[in-house]
């Protein structure tokens, strides 16, 4: 199997696929539920930022972020890159990084009905925010793709004459 970035590729799936282990098997790794919930909340926040800022530009060309201008107005900036960055990465790289995506949520939901049906209270918060920190970059990477290129054009309307950007 030909990667072109089997680094991204593999901390695409490291830090997902180990907060989904560390959560299952939290009980027997240790006894202290703050140690297990500041592991998997850290992986979460690693998990955010690289498909935010690193797996998603290189595997599927990719990025999103927030932009506030001068009289204090968001703007949410959804961009998708064509050409190649796109073409430099393969077929594989795309799936496993959408595969990824798509699927690690439903598991988190399904552990959010298991946890509140278990009565393990504790445990929600981390389930809640694993949902909420994977459902943004799923909800952000897919407006980049359906809107990517419209928000582009939307973008440099926002830069000043003096080349600043808001």
Not at 3 to 10: I, Q
Not at 82 to 98: C, H, L, M, Q, Y
Not at 122 to 131: C, S
């Amino acid at each position: 199997m030909n990667l072109g970035h089997p680094l991204a590729t593999f901390f695409h799936l490291f830090f997902r696929v180990s907060a989904i282990v560390t959560y299952l098997f939290c009980d027997w790794l240790g006894n202290s539920f703050v140690a297990c919930f500041a592991t998997i909340l850290l992986l979460l926040s690693f998990d955010f930022q690289s498909v935010k800022n690193v797996t998603g530009r290189l595997l599927v060309g990719l990025h999103w972020w927030n932009l506030i201008d001068e009289v204090g107005k968001s703007h949410w900036v959804f961009e998708a890159k064509k050409g190649a960055t796109v073409a430099a990465s393969t077929e594989v790289e795309a799936r496993n990084f959408w595969l990824g995506l798509i699927i690690c949520p439903v598991i988190r939901t399904v552990f959010f009905f298991s946890t509140l049906f278990s009565l393990k209270l504790k445990r929600l918060a981390l389930v809640i925010a694993g949902i909420s920190l994977q459902t943004a970059n799923l909800y952000g990477d897919i407006h980049c793709k359906l809107e990517g290129q419209k928000t582009i054009s939307r973008t440099t309307s926002l830069v000043a004459a003096d080349g600043s950007k808001y």
